[in-house]
């Protein structure tokens, strides 16, 4: 019985468990958001709308009778017709656009803040300094409280990295094609053999 209830306290404890407990709950409260905005508020301008073009006086009226039946001349009786409920379809329509237009702009805003909070963390990052980095500083002369001249610092440091790069693959670049030319000079192809060839014909036409 022990290990039982340790398994259920377990089980309710997991994340994932409270979570969805989270979600089942807030979704009841949009729910009734939802109901509330379309019930007190959309629905009496569409029942508006509806009386102008149709002359209905709301949603509940909207009906395509397939079989009418009338309980009094002139009184439909519902519960034994056979119809079309226009009505219910549109409100349903309606409540699912506007659930989707909420949970929309939940997600659009959950993902915003997400954003802002992982610039945060990189800036934070950014100004956080690390062992060797305050090391660096102190041997350099400059106070780590100084975030003008510890930006400059770095900067300076950056730019010079690069520079230093960027030397680098020159240099590397030029040693390749210079390791290129010996390599050609020591193993000619045809097209190297007939253009020396060439030259020297020339050479000697011109002598």
Known sequence: ???????????????NVLDMA?????GGAFT???NALSNNILRPLINALLKLILGANSLSEVFTFLV???SEPGVVDLANS?????GAFINAIINFLLIALVLFMIVRIINKINERNAELKEG?????????????LKEAGISRHDREAVKAYFD???????????????A????????????????????????????????????
């Open 22 to 26: 989270v979600g089942v709950i807030v």
């Open 124 to 136: 934070l990052a950014k100004l956080r300094l690390t062992k060797e980095q305050k090391k660096e």
């Open 1 to 15: 019985m022990k290990k039982f209830f340790g398994e259920f306290k377990k089980f309710i404890t997991r994340g």
């Open 82 to 86: 056979i119809y079309i409920d226009w």
């Open 32 to 34: 009734a958001i939802v």
């Open 156 to 170: 300076a440091k950056a730019q010079k990295e690069a520079e230093e790069a960027a030397a680098a693959a020159e």
């Open 172 to 207: 590397q670049r030029l040693a390749d094609e210079e390791a290129a030319r010996i390599e050609r000079l020591n193993n000619p192809t045809t097209e190297d053999l007939l253009k020396d060839i060439r030259a020297l014909l020339e050479a000697n036409l011109q002598k």
């Open 68 to 70: 009418k039946v009338e």
